[in-house]
């Protein structure tokens, strides 16, 4: 456990001590008939908050399927997926799309940020939808990502980085207990990858979240704690 956090983390559940992601011996299947794929095979993963791992592997590996799964979104024909104890399979519908909203942080490509909102707006956006009550702020992080200045600004109005910036502390505003990020640097220069990458672990201390980066970018891999490659649906250290 991290000693400095800006967040706390939420009461212990019940059910399992593990915090962060827990996937047990799910795989997932997709297609159908003659055409179906083993995407996911077997994969057993734990994720602590405060640990940033990284996840390569060859296209078509099923490294979308992991956050998938991981996020919520698709349903793993066995195993099962737990973040900070509670399982994603014994909730219903409408309590995963909740349990979604306010637990899980998603970053994507670049940013992925609705056009005609400022950035602060796009924080606002986030903490309304997750049906949070009560004043909010988003300069504190804005200010963490470096984006404070520029809380007025549009997505159109921003570079790439700054972007990918703003889609970081959107992630973040609900104090997520994991933070699942899809090929960050894609769009980015070197420089800018480094700084982005860097970023994210920094975040993923400072919040205390799990977080899991699929990337395809080898040059950004040493600022993560762990490198897990994927082939053919299946799981190893690098
Ligand atoms: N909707 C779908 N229906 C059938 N098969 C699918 C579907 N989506 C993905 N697949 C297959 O599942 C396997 C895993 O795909 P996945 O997208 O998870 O790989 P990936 O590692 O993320 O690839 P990339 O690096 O190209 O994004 C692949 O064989 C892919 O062709």
Known sequence: ???ST????????TGTTSTGLTLRNVSLRLGDGDREVTALDDVSLQVDRGEFVAVVGPSGAGKSSLLAV?????TPDTGSVLVDGVDLGSLSPRRRTRFRLQQLGFVFQSGNLVPALTAADQLRLVRKLSGARGPFDPTELLRAVGMDHRADRRPHQLSGGERQRVG???????????????????????????????????????SNVATVMVTHDHSVLHHCDRVLEMEDGRLSSH
């Open 168 to 206: 970081i502390a959107r992630a973040l505003v609900n104090r997520p207990s994991l933070l699942l990020v899809d090929e960050p640097t894609s769009a980015l220069d070197r420089q800018r990858s480094q700084e982005i990458v860097a970023l994210l672990r920094q975040e993923t201390v400072d």
């Open 6 to 13: 800006r967040h706390d983390a939420p009461a212990a559940r």
């Open 70 to 74: 991981a996020g919520a979104l698709s």
């Open 1 to 3: 456990m991290k000693s």
